[in-house]
């Protein structure tokens, strides 16, 4: 048995939500590319990964875009026995479409010198034949940024639905908090290992670490807390559209408090089935700085 790729052409008259779209694809695990030229399409394809879905935002304001090489180019990847083709158009009413332009102040990127109204007509003339062949179409007249976000879920999201990807990191607050954060627990009120000659040359990935770090009194209650704490809200935030949870936890260096703890809340996640990356900075830039050397 062939096996296919995914591949989706999302497509739609301006301000009707492509970009949106592209971006809740790029969550959903796609490969994504906007605005890409089409001439650089089939290339692009046959030097990619081939095991990872693909989404293409086509925009009709590219200088090689053309109504009948999309399609014959849809036709073509549609022939294609390892190409699982989906053409995704984001459709909107005309007045919500000015609506959105006068919010905004932009000039219609197909019209620049005309009126917004002159453009979207302009465009959706030009776009119509595709609207014609379009597997999927998603009209976003009465959807707001979230209510996109679950519609396009609702199609492209993998077997099993929507999923919240969360990140865990250790860091030291000598050097200031990583970028990017949700949430951040400060770790420094627990006992450090540092000051054990035994343990201070090691990390808090280490049993004997580790265990030093629980048996602190304050330990487990903290620990209970913040799990208490993330089995509340991530629900909540995956029922929010939120794709990506980034939790920190902090200590002095870096290395052995925050790191257990780390350690600990992504292996409970990780146990409860959820999808859990982890990373360890200060850890990672000693590393580096010793390959270096």
Avoid at 107 to 115: C, D, G, I, M, T
Avoid at 163 to 180: D, T
Avoid at 203 to 211: I, L, S, T
Wanted: proline share 4%.
């Amino acid at each position: 048995m062939i096996s296919q790729r995914r591949i989706v052409l999302v497509t739609g008259p301006s301000g009707a939500g492509r970009s949106t779209a592209i971006h809740v694809l790029e969550d959903l695990g796609f490969e994504a590319i906007d605005n890409l030229p089409m001439g650089l399409l089939m290339r692009l394809l046959d030097s990619a990964d081939s095991d990872r879905p693909m989404a293409l935002g086509v925009d009709a304001r590219n200088r090689d875009f053309s109504t009948i090489r999309f399609i014959e180019l849809a036709e073509k990847l549609g022939r294609m026995a390892q190409v699982d083709l989906t053409v995704l158009y984001l459709d909107c009413s005309d007045d919500v479409l000015l609506r959105r332009f006068s919010e905004t102040r932009r000039r219609h990127p197909v019209a620049r010198n005309a009126s917004p109204e002159t453009g979207i007509q302009r465009e959706k003339e030009l776009l119509a034949p595709i609207r014609e062949i379009a597997d999927t179409l998603i009209d976003t007249s009465l959807l707001n940024v979230h209510q996109l976000r679950e519609e396009v879920e609702t199609w492209f999201a993998p077997k099993g639905g929507r999923h919240l990807a969360v990140s865990i990191e250790s860091f030291s607050y000598k050097r200031g908090l990583p970028r990017g954060l949700d949430m951040v627990f400060d770790c420094r009120f627990l006992a450090n290992p540092y000051w054990r000659p035994e343990l201070r040359a090691a990390d808090g990935r280490h049993p004997d670490v580790a265990h030093y770090v629980q048996s602190d009194t304050t330990y487990l209650p903290f620990f209970e807390r913040v799990m208490d704490l993330l089995t509340l809200l991530l629900p909540a935030f995956r029922a929010e559209g939120k794709a990506h949870l980034s939790v920190a936890f902090g200590c002095t260096g870096g290395q052995h408090r925050s790191v257990a703890m780390a350690e600990a809340v992504a292996k409970a996640l990780a146990e409860g089935g959820q999808q859990v990356a982890i990373r360890h900075r200060e850890m990672e830039r000693r590393t580096l700085n010793v390959r270096s050397d």
